[in-house]
């Protein structure tokens, strides 16, 4: 990485600002459900608070619409991340304003400060420079550890590093590590797989993808409208009707580049969408009316498997199918459990795919799970990230 981190920079007796993603899910009593977005920063905290540096650590939480919601409160976040660095975490009212000023004045190295929901104020996604100015005002040194949010050109993502002198943390740098591996010098063979509901959310990502895989498998809800593509009668299926000429282009791209483009052959369709409906395996030419796929067949989970065997490089972004549903996860927990024993370098992206592979129980199999859904997409199409380009060259 090209870019300074926090080796880079003297931080002893700094006050440090953070940019952290601690958008974590919470139950329905307001208690935090998956903490995996709290732990992958713990090496980066960790080392700051060893270099004696004071942290302060800025997040968002839901989309609280630029105004303070209680139920979007950071408070569950800083009693989780008390409890795993193992000391106090202080939690301010707010992220910016007077009150916060003298609370950062105060802390001393080696403590831990959190700012409240940086959305609690519009400005934060607007971008605005005198907000930006006032979170800076804070400290002395600017890291971005939130790889997840570094596709918004946001007042704490983007706008900050105007003010201070901003290095990645150690979760930055080994999202951006992984991800350039899959982009700029892939090793082959080089193996994609992207699944999930639509077409139209990753279009330019299969189309980047297309220029550098040696194989790309599509399964899910999207594979329903290179199925309908092909002239097949789906019944029931999600099937986005306006992006079938794009399928096909997708399909004679793929044949022109020479890449193996796989998608099912045989599919699990049931009557409803629903855990108990009737289901059963037909062959994806005889999907029957008034039925809709909502997995991969076994003998496609088969082939999807073998495509892996020998690749160096896979790429997992989607799952294969309703996976939420028992009688629908078989594929995508085939394809968690295939990546995972391939021997390759295993990047997995998307909340989803994530989910499935802990469901597999194979995540520490995966040599890279990515923290950001969004953000690695977009990384996965090429595009220049903001967050990551306002980070300080070396």
Known sequence: MDKKTIRDIELSGKKVLVRVDYNVPLDKSGAISDDTRIVATLPTLKYLLEQKAAVILAAHLGRPKGAPAPEFSLAPVAKRLAKLLGQEVLLAEDCVGPAVESMARALKPGQVLLLENLRFHAEEEKNDPAFSQKLAALAQVYVNDAFGV?????????????????????????????????????????VAIIGGAKVSDKIDVIANLLTKVDILIIGGGMANTFIAAQGFATGKSLVEADKLELARELLEDAEKRKVKLLLPTDVVVADRFAADAQAKVVDVKSIPEGWMALDIGPVSSKVFADALKGAKLIVWNGPMGVFEMDAFAKGT?????????????????????????????????????STGGGASLEFLEGKVLPGIAAINNK
């Open 150 to 190: 570094s596709h918004r050109a946001h007042a704490s993502v983007e706008g900050i590093t105007k003010f201070l002198p901003a290095v990645a943390g150690f979760l930055m740098e080994k999202e951006v590590a992984f991800l350039s591996r899959a982009v700029s010098a892939p090793e082959h063979p080089y």
């Open 333 to 369: 927990e085939a394809v968690a459990r295939a990546v995972a024993d391939s021997g390759a370098v295993t990047i997995v992206g998307g909340g989803d795919s994530i989910a499935a592979v802990e469901k597999a129980g194979v995540q520490a199999k995966i040599s890279h799970i």
